[in-house]
């Protein structure tokens, strides 16, 4: 099941919605849904109204969708992906970036962004802020006063279902509500003393979406292809199953000093394919269209516009 968030016919709120799989032509209103069978869904009464209710609402909300999608869908419940407008599926509370969580872009990057070449013996982590978060299809935002050097990396987003602290690696998948695309822009040029957060940290910079799949239809979380386009040109292919520390251990190492709460985003890490790796370098320009796609989730397509 895939949990999105849209705005439909003049909506100046989004509403929730479900579609089957990535390829399925409709998205459902979960509202109309449910009040189309008379039902309640656990936690938020019969108009559950955006995927961080849901989240929040525990397990039990997640599986009632579940069961209503297996009965009829009434045709007013319908909704026609030409005639919506997706928006990010949630607004993290938090965004925990890992950073260097592929070999090859670990070589990468200490060729060309001076970090260690060595490979990491623990996580290496940032935050982004909420406010750099945005949705599919919105704009990236290049500030040419501030950057010359935006840059693309095509991420796994895991998102947190049940408060985590302290949390074994054994248990840690039992904390996940599911999965959804991060594209982590940077802007390499304003990394400030070794420091990341104002790179990565503006507006705009958190592109998350289209959807947001539950875990329970995700049998394994690293074994998904990801990509990333840039004017439809492949700059970025791999599979998470590269990934060198595992979403458990990730889980496991943030939570031993950071609660993580319902609805926080952990952002696993880009491969190689950087724009900063190439020979000569290349970097986001306005007029650019960036597309990252992970298998089962979808594509997260994005314009990126001058902001000056």
């Not at 952002?267 to 394919?273: F, H, K, L, V």
Request: glycine share 8%; with cysteine; hydrophobic share 40%.
């Amino acid at each position: 099941m895939l949990l999105v968030s849209y705005t439909h016919d003049g909506d100046a709120t989004p509403r929730l919605g479900v579609r089957r799989d990535d390829t399925d032509p409709a998205v459902i209103d979960a509202a109309a849904l449910t009040a189309a069978h008379g039902a309640t869904i656990p936690g938020l009464g019969s108009a559950p109204a955006s995927a961080l209710d849901v989240i929040q609402a525990g397990p039990e909300a997640a599986a009632a969708l579940t069961d209503l999608l297996a009965g009829p869908v009434p045709e007013a419940a319908l909704r026609s992906m030409a005639d919506v407008t997706l928006a990010a599926p949630l607004r993290p509370g938090k965004i925990v970036g890992v950073g260097l969580n592929y070999t090859e872009h670990v070589a990468e990057s200490a060729r060309t962004l001076d970090t260690d070449k060595a490979l990491p013996q623990r996580p290496v982590l940032f935050s982004k802020p909420a406010t750099a978060v945005t949705g599919p299809g919105a704009p990236i935002l290049h500030n040419g006063d501030l950057t010359a050097q935006l840059d693309w990396e095509c991420e796994l987003a895991v998102v947190i279902g049940r408060t985590a602290r302290k949390v074994s690696p054994e248990d840690a998948l039992d904390h996940v509500f599911g999965y959804s695309i991060v594209n982590d822009i940077s802007a390499r040029d304003q990394r400030r003393s070794g420091q990341w957060f104002y790179s990565k940290g503006q507006d705009s910079y958190a592109p998350l979406g289209p959807a947001v799949r539950t875990a329970a239809t995700v049998p394994d979380p690293h074994a998904l292809d990801l990509s990333l386009r840039v004017n439809g040109e492949v700059k970025q292919k791999s599979n998470t199953r590269y990934m060198l520390f595992r979403i458990p251990e990730l889980i496991a190492d943030i939570s031993a000093g950071m609660t993580l709460e319902p609805g926080d985003v952990i952002a696993t890490g880009s491969p190689a394919g950087v724009g900063a790796s190439f020979v000569p370098q290349q970097f986001l320009t306005p007029g650019d269209v960036v597309e990252a796609t992970i298998a089962t989730i979808g594509t997260l397509r994005n314009p990126v516009v001058d902001a000056r």
